[in-house]
């Protein structure tokens, strides 16, 4: 038995047992030093009173998503961080109708729910808002497959006195 057989062996066992420890801490050591998901935005940067030239007005706040019409409808929302932006995320199927006397909010009997996407315009191009502070506009669409683009305005504007008459 030779000088190298008899380390060659325990060697080549050493490299086969330390590879994968290697590796699995190498795996261990990279997800912890990645950075922390950055959490969801509060929802209070997106409160207030959201008009639309044909749709009811929107009104956001703790209590929830309501649309000011003549039925009433309040939902609860989050916003969420998502690839394209911060998204106002409502867990029940809200559809926007269209009635002989103009649009209606209502929930609808199939499962799901509804994304609005917040976004700015620059020049002709509309991007997705990632900063909280900036949540001034997003759209809906309605089932007549008409756009409608809200943006924030003054809050008298969903005091639903004024606003149903």
Known sequence: ????DAYGDRSFKLLLLAGPILT???????????????????VKWSFGCYVS???????LNYAGFHAVQKSELT???????????????????????????????YVADRKGGLSLSFYKIDGD???????ESHLFRFQIYADDR?????ERANNTRCDQKQTLG
């Open 75 to 105: 939902l609860p929302f989050k916003l969420v961080r998502s690839k394209m932006g911060i998204v106002l995320s409502i867990k029940a199927p809200l559809n926007l109708a269209r009635e002989q006397d103009g649009y209606r909010y």
């Open 24 to 42: 699995m801490g190498g795996i261990v050591g990279w997800s912890f030093t990645r950075p922390p998901p950055i959490p969801d935005p509060d």
């Open 146 to 150: 008409t756009i409608m683009s809200y």
């Open 1 to 4: 038995m030779g000088f190298s």
């Open 125 to 131: 191009r509309s991007y997705g808002i990632f900063d």
């Open 53 to 59: 030239k044909s749709a009811p007005p929107i009104l």
